[in-house]
């Protein structure tokens, strides 16, 4: 697995990129926290609850880092993260 952005290869984890999918294939809309870890891990059962965020965080780091995006993954209000 791998992904690109503005053609430059990002290096990501495979929790990372399937996070990436995840959000980028619903594009626009907010994601509560438990949705992206059924989407991701299968069953929200498993993590811990502040885990993925975590995960979003070295993501959004790893796409500012390359002068991408500022705000890829944006925390919406007590809702949920959207892309």
Do not use: W
């Amino acid at each position: 697995m791998s992904a690109t952005l503005h053609g430059e290869m990002l290096a990501l984890t495979t929790y990372e990129f399937m996070l990436l999918r995840a959000l980028a294939e619903r594009a626009g809309r907010v994601m509560a926290r438990e949705k992206l870890v059924d989407l991701v891990r299968g069953s929200a059962d498993e993590t811990f609850d502040r885990t993925i965020d975590v995960h979003i965080s070295r993501l959004r780091q790893k796409l500012t880092t390359i002068r991408a995006i500022r705000e890829c993954s944006r925390p919406c209000a007590a809702s949920g993260t959207s892309l």
